[in-house]
T-cell receptor
């Protein structure tokens, strides 16, 4: 079945270092969404990418959609302790059922 | 007040008991979803509904049932709880199309 793979599973960085999480699929991704879940919290929508090669920025966060729409990435520049949490990518199911298929998430810890 | 609410927030129960988790929303969205979250496995879809007359199984519906009592209410039931249903459960809503999903605060369920 359709799968969205996300790496790494876990990353521990020093505050100020950069961080990147990658989302990959063997099939063409349709509409990639990124969510952030703070510890003890619920997923919160960050952004959606739709077009091949699309790049969007939100302050220190940069989101990219691959040219072939097989991958996406989230890059955080100069991490802060407020960035701690789990980042999920999600793609809509190919069967047009409006179901989101979530990646397994990347858990980010930031050392102050 | 929160747009998507879930009750209870925490529940401990015993094997074989029937449990109902409730979700209410004030966003006016037609689409509602139930997800289960386990460590390292991301969010997996249990059931989803696009209106009060529409109920669809997700990828892990076995052992669960749902009821869409009204546009604003979507309940998840475990008819006979088992320990491997111990997890964090999220309800989510969506306006339509390929828009973002809005998640409730979650219910942490423990089955002993």
């Amino acid at each position: 079945g359709q799968q969205v793979m996300q790496i790494p599973q876990y990353q521990h960085v020093q505050e100020g270092e950069d961080f990147t999480t990658y989302c990959n699929s063997s099939t063409t991704l349709s509409n990639i969404q990124w969510y952030k879940q703070r510890p003890g919290g619920h997923p919160v929508f960050l952004i959606q990418l739709v077009k091949s090669g699309e790049v969007k920025k939100q302050k220190r966060l940069t989101f990219q959609f691959g040219e072939a729409k097989k991958n996406s990435s989230l890059h955080i520049t100069a991490t802060q302790t407020t960035d701690v949490g789990t980042y999920f990518c999600a793609d809509y199911s190919m069967d047009s059922s409006y179901k989101l298929i979530f990646g397994s998430g990347t858990r980010l810890l930031v050392r102050p | 007040d929160a747009d998507v609410t879930q009750t209870p927030r925490n529940r401990i129960t015993k094997t074989g008991k029937r449990i109902m988790l409730e979700c209410s929303q004030t966003k006016g969205h037609d689409r509602m979803y139930w997800y289960r979250q386990d460590p390292g496995l991301g969010l997996r879809l249990i059931y989803y509904s696009f209106d009060v007359k529409d109920i669809n199984k997700g990828e892990i519906s076995d052992g669960y049932s749902v009821s869409r009592q009204a546009q604003a209410k979507f309940s998840l039931s475990l008819e006979s709880a088992i320990p491997n249903q111990t997890a964090l459960y999220f309800c989510a809503t969506q306006a339509g199309g390929y828009n973002e999903q809005f998640f409730g605060p979650g219910t942490r369920l423990t089955v002993l």
